[in-house]
């Protein structure tokens, strides 16, 4: 029995494009009951399967930037000429109902939500190799080779912010990574200051 907690616990996961963490998140939500993933806005088209809503809210580059001037954003970050980001009253009352909230943001905007958000917690999945992440990129057959030889460079780029994150996971089987996850996340239920509301009984 998984007791109402206090207040939600914000987890920011972030990435090389083609690690998996569409599958891994997919499998954490099918696994983890009291969990929100929160889905960004972007501007960029929807690619074929898609869903408005599910996969990302798409709206067009005038409804974005009214978004930024109204300070509506926790984060955004521009990427391939593409809008991408957060909203904050989202997160803010599923946080305050209890429920975890889950983001799925590049290094660009973690390092934004580090700023807004120091008690989130911050987990990077690796590949269990960079030839794996080749590998993979390669098997989606969605991109140019030049594309994919831009994700490559720009996933190098992003694993030199790994030092900032409290987690490392590494998807080597998609049901390892989610063990970590939730091992990860058990933990963070454990910690005392998450734990004020059953104390009180105590004192």
Do not use: W
């Not at 990427?79 to 590049?106: A, F, H, K, P, W």
Request: aromatic fraction near 8%; charged fraction near 30%; include cysteine.
């Amino acid at each position: 029995m998984q007791r109402k907690k206090d207040k939600g616990q914000l987890i920011v996961l972030s990435g090389p494009s083609g690690v998996g963490k569409s599958t891994v998140i997919a499998e954490l939500l099918s696994q983890r009951k009291n969990i929100y993933f929160s889905v960004s806005y972007t501007t960029r088209q929807p690619r074929v399967g898609e869903q408005d809503g599910v996969n990302y809210n798409f709206v067009d580059r005038a409804e974005f930037e009214r978004m930024i001037a109204a300070d509506e954003l926790l984060e955004y970050a521009e990427y391939v000429n593409n809008y991408y980001g957060t909203s904050l009253r989202v997160i803010q009352d599923r946080l305050e109902e209890g429920v975890d909230v889950l983001l799925d943001i590049e290094v660009q905007g973690a390092a934004k939500v580090r700023a807004r958000c120091p008690g989130a917690l911050f987990i990077f999945i690796i590949p269990p190799s960079f030839e794996e992440l080749s590998r993979r990129l390669h098997r989606r057959n969605t991109d140019s080779e030049d594309v994919i030889a831009g994700r490559l460079e720009k996933a190098r780029v992003e694993f030199k912010e790994i030092p900032n994150y409290d987690y490392l996971v590494i998807n080597d089987k998609v049901s390892g990574a989610v063990a970590e996850i939730e091992a990860i996340l058990t933990a963070a239920e454990c910690r005392v200051e998450n734990r004020e509301s059953i104390l009180t009984q105590f004192a």
